[in-house]
């Protein structure tokens, strides 16, 4: 069984751009969720989808968003890049509530 | 708050020796409890999970965890450390549908 793929693995944008991150769960896992990792700040949570439906958003500005898809994949969309946007963003699926979360590779992003 | 507590920002251990990585957590309820490691520029591999029952439980590449209550701990234990376990470690919790809630890690560096 395929794990969680996240593309692209490294991105480097400039301030002001915005960026597009894909997430494709494992098959049959209809909850996704994106986490931000930067050396700072620890794993901070940005939201949760379900069923193409945000179930849980975290702490963070408006200019990050989500959706998912009827497949269950999942984007998350970063508006108005920062330079403090650049970070590790991991993605993680699981299959129901009240089960464990698997982990993508992450997507390196690097703001310049 | 809830939160998610690793007191050890960096343990070194020589290979052979064991090792106990620690992980206190605050909650209005018991939540579930899981042990992540992440390699260098990688993404999270979950080790462990404690959902209820049998307090100690036992993960992937030798390593075994044990809740308890009295003290909201869920440490991590391995008997004998190799060096391809240098990495770092970080225990989560979560509730539900809610986010996990990360600690700040524990980075593993083990000598030959």
């Known amino acids: 069984k395929a794990g969680v793929t996240q593309t692209p693995r490294y991105l480097i944008k400039t301030r002001g751009q915005q960026v597009t991150l894909s997430c494709s769960p494992i098959?049959?896992?209809?909850?996704v969720s994106w986490y931000q990792q930067t050396p700072g700040q620890g794993l901070q949570f940005l939201f949760e989808y379900f069923s193409e439906t945000q179930r849980n958003k975290g702490n963070f500005p408006g200019r990050f968003s989500g959706r998912q898809f009827s497949n269950s994949r999942s984007e998350m969309n970063v508006s108005t890049l920062e330079l403090g946007d650049s970070a590790l963003y991991l993605c993680a699926s699981k299959q129901g509530t009240n089960t464990e979360a698997f982990f993508g590779q992450g997507t390196r992003l690097t703001v310049v | 708050a809830q939160s998610v507590t690793q007191p050890d920002i960096h343990i070194t251990v020589s290979e052979g020796a064991s090792l106990e990585l620690r992980c206190n957590y605050s909650y209005g309820a018991t939540p579930y409890l899981f042990w992540y490691v992440q390699s260098p520029g990688q993404g999270l591999q979950l080790l462990l999970k404690y959902f209820s029952g049998d307090t100690l439980v036992q993960g992937i590449k030798g390593f075994e965890a044990e809740f308890k209550r009295s003290q909201s701990s869920f440490n991590l234990r391995k008997p004998s450390v190799h060096w391809s376990d240098a990495a770092e470690y970080f225990c989560?919790?979560?509730?539900?549908?809610?986010?996990?809630?990360f600690g700040t890690g524990t980075r593993l560096q083990v000598f030959p």
């Open positions: 098959s049959g896992h209809r909850s």
């Open positions: 989560a919790g979560g509730l539900g549908t809610d986010k996990l809630i």
